[in-house]
C-alpha cells in the first residue's frame, strides 16, 4: 500500500471514529500535516537532533558537520530556536519545506554524505522557556526521522523518558537514541549504556 493509500484509509478510519461521537480533532491534524509534508517537491529527509539542556546536540551536530554549524558552549541553554543544515544545491529544493517548518536559521554545507538530508539543532526540551519546549512538540510530528541525544549525566532524565520517549517513540517510524559523550565516563560507558538499552525496552521501545 502506498503512502496515499494509506492516508486515504486513515481518513476513513477518521470518518467512522467521528460518526460514533469520537474525537478526531488530533487525528485530523495528524492527516493534515502529512499530506502536506507530501506535497513538497523533492527527496529532502529531515532528520531533528532532539535532548535536553547540554547533552551535545550541537555538539553531535558539529561533529557530522566537521566544523562549527551550530553554537556549543558553556552557557545553557544555548539552543533557544531550531536550526537547519542543508546542503547548498538542495537550498531551493529545502525552503520551502524549511519556511513550512518555520525554520528561519538556516546553514548551508558543500554536497556530501548529508546532500539529501536536512538535519534539524532543535531547542531544549528541557529548557525552563516554556516555548522551546512547545517548538519541539510542534515539529516533531512533521519531521522523518527523529535522534534521541542523551548523555551520561541525563540519560534517565524523567523529562526526556516520561514527556518524550513513552510518548512519541510509539509514534515514530524511524527513530534511534544516542548516548552521548560516553567516552568520558571510561569503565562505566558500557554499563551505563547496558541500563539505558534496559530501560528503553522496559518502555517499549527496542
Known amino acids: 500500500m502506498t503512502l496515499s493509500a494509506s492516508l486515504s484509509a486513515l481518513d476513513d478510519a477518521v470518518d467512522a471514529a467521528a460518526v460514533l461521537g469520537l474525537d478526531t480533532s488530533r487525528a485530523r491534524r495528524v492527516l493534515a500535516d502529512a499530506r502536506q509534508r507530501l506535497g513538497f517537491e523533492g527527496s529532502a529527509y529531515v532528520l531533528a537532533l532532539v535532548g535536553g539542556t547540554g547533552v551535545g546536540k550541537s555538539s553531535l551536530l558539529n561533529a557530522l558537520a566537521g566544523g562549527v554549524v551550530s553554537p556549543a558552549g558553556a552557557r545553557r541553554p544555548t539552543t533557544g530556536t531550531a536550526l537547519a543544515w542543508v546542503a547548498e544545491s538542495a537550498r531551493d529544493e529545502t525552503a520551502p519545506l524549511l519556511r513550512w517548518l518555520d525554520v528561519r536559521e538556516v546553514r548551508e ?73 560516553a567516552d568520558r565516563v571510561g569503565a562505566d560507558a558500557e554499563r551505563l549504556r547496558e541500563h539505558l538499552i534496559a530501560s528503553l525496552r522496559a518502555e517499549g521501545l527496542d
Open 109 to 181: 554545507h558543500a554536497d556530501g554524505a548529508f546532500a539529501d538530508v536536512a538535519i534539524l539543532d532543535l531547542p531544549d526540551v528541557d529548557s525552563t522557556t516554556p516555548e522551546h519546549r512547545a517548538r519541539v512538540d510542534e515539529l516533531l510530528p512533521r519531521v522523518d526521522a527523529v535522534v534521541w541525544v542523551a548523555d551520561p549525566e541525563k540519560y534517565r532524565d524523567a523529562v526526556l523518558h516520561d514527556a518524550y520517549l513513552r510518548r512519541w517513540g510509539p509514534r515514530l517510524a524511524r527513530q534511534l537514541v544516542v548516548l552521548n559523550k
